[in-house]
């Protein structure tokens, strides 16, 4: 498999999931679902997270649902972030959710 880690924080939780797999969808494999009213389809932009590494460019959804300050601090909708390498992200308890969508 060619994999991606993803790490969670602050907990610090890590996943390997194959590459170009969503933010939101790994996340899930933590156990993690990050509040969504679309179920990860790019509609609500309810799903913001931000990274701790370097972050992909900002997608078109992004820019259409994202302040650029947010962009430019790192901010993106975890559905639209197709993990490309290794990455950290915060997740605060206040972004995520019980079961919804699971
Ligand atoms: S889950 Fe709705 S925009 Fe990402």
């Keep these: ?15 390997e999931v194959p590459r ?15 509040t969504s009213d679309c179920g990860g389809h790019g509609e609500c932009g309810k799903c913001f997270v931000r990274l701790r590494s370097e972050p992909n460019e900002p997608t078109a959804v992004d ?13 993106r909708l975890s559905c639209r972030y197709l993990l490309q390498t290794d990455t950290v992200v915060y997740i605060p308890p206040g972004k995520r959710r019980q079961n919804r969508y699971a």
Aim: avoid cysteine; proline fraction near 2%.
């Design 1 to 15: 498999m060619d994999a991606v880690r993803l790490t969670v924080e602050p907990e610090g939780e890590v996943v």
């Design 63 to 75: 820019r259409r649902m994202l302040a650029k300050d947010r962009l430019d601090m790192g901010t």
């Design 20 to 34: 170009g797999t969503s933010l939101f969808h790994a996340a899930r494999e933590l156990g993690i679902n990050i």
